[in-house]
């Protein structure tokens, strides 16, 4: 591999930004206005390492909404509070091969397939607790903010859209109560499922995120240890078989990296032990991910040697 200096590293992503600028393929979301209006032309790349180094190119201080990649952070916390086996009672850890919102769960156990498609996820955000001094929300959105190393919000507007549009996830959310699988109304843990949805992050705030489970849970900036090893290590497996949902395979072979995506435009993908990928643009393929994001991410395996099989 290329050995790079510190501005190196920040030229490189700058030439990759300029490269696959004219990539235009692709849409915004049109679930709701706010995914609707963003500006397809925005396209940021940062780096951030296992050792907390980051390095940045075009748009990396945009603020966007962290959709579906919200729902590796909350399995986490999942994870953290209620312990593996608990959760896998209630979560399945197997690709679906369907689309992030199919209406399905398993047959038989009646449980979601996965945390990263919704069904899984409005899963994970309802076995969230709330503690004494904090909502499920807070303690949520109080964890994310723990990884990006600032204090993250949830953006009023688009919570409010997500709710207006959200009669898919309740459906979801009701299926999964008539299974069993949700104990009690769904209604609570479908709005904090929007909130999590809704909170507003930057591309540079993604790669944190996402260095903090490469730094098997402890943010390489802060030091504070956020999620514990083995949790890290079950939320990295679960998104290398499903964090791209029904483009997990083709991902799996092209990018060879863990990895998640959400619908305002964010990737992240981790290379454990090493450093963190994140791309935000806003222009989607048909399986939710970001057009640019993708090409960016298959760019920056290759030329830094990043796939897990190193051959690809
Ligand atoms: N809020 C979106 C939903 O629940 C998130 C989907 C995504 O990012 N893929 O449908």
Same mark, same amino acid.
């Given at each position: 591999a290329a050995v790079f200096g510190p501005s190196a590293v920040t030229e490189y992503l700058e030439q990759v930004v300029e490269q696959l %600028?004219?990539? %235009?393929g692709g849409a915004p979301s049109d679930s709701i206005p706010a995914l609707a209006e963003a500006d397809p032309e925005r396209f940021g790349i940062v780096i951030a390492t296992a050792d907390g180094h980051v390095y940045a190119a075009g748009d990396a201080d945009e603020e966007f909404s962290l959709q579906s990649i919200s729902k590796a952070f909350t399995y986490a916390l999942a994870l953290e509070d209620l312990g593996a086996e608990a959760v896998h009672e209630k979560i399945d850890v197997e690709p679906s091969g369907d689309a992030f919102n199919e209406i399905s769960l398993q047959p #038989?156990? #009646? %449980?979601? $397939?996965?945390?990263?498609?919704n069904a899984g996820a409005i899963t994970s955000t309802w076995l969230v607790p709330d503690s004494e001094r904090d909502l499920r929300r807070d303690r949520i959105r109080a964890a994310y903010s723990r990884c990006a190393g600032r204090d993250l919000a949830i953006s009023p507007e688009v919570l409010a859209q997500e709710h207006d549009a959200g009669d898919r996830n309740r459906a979801l959310g009701y299926l999964l109560a008539s299974a069993g699988i949700i104990e009690g109304d769904p209604i609570r843990a479908l709005e904090d499922y929007f909130a999590q949805c809704s909170v507003l992050v930057t591309c540079r705030d993604l790669a944190l995120m996402g260095a903090t489970l490469a730094n098997d849970g402890t943010n390489? *900036?802060? #030091? +504070? +240890? *956020?999620? $514990?090893p083995g949790t890290v290590s079950r939320v990295l497996s679960v998104m290398s078989s499903? #964090?791209?949902?029904?483009d997990a395979g083709e991902w799996m072979v092209r990018v060879g990296l863990p990895a998640k995506s959400g619908v305002g435009g964010g990737i992240i993908a981790v290379l454990p032990g090493q450093l963190a990928v994140a791309t935000f643009s806003p222009a989607l393929d048909r399986h939710g991910n970001s057009v640019r994001g993708v090409l960016a991410c298959e760019r920056l395996s290759q030329d830094l040697q990043l796939h897990f099989s190193r051959t690809a």
């Open positions: %600028r004219d990539q %235009r #038989g156990t #009646g %449980r979601p $397939a996965n945390p990263m498609i390489p *900036v802060t #030091g +504070e +240890e *956020v999620f $514990a499903c #964090g791209m949902y029904d």
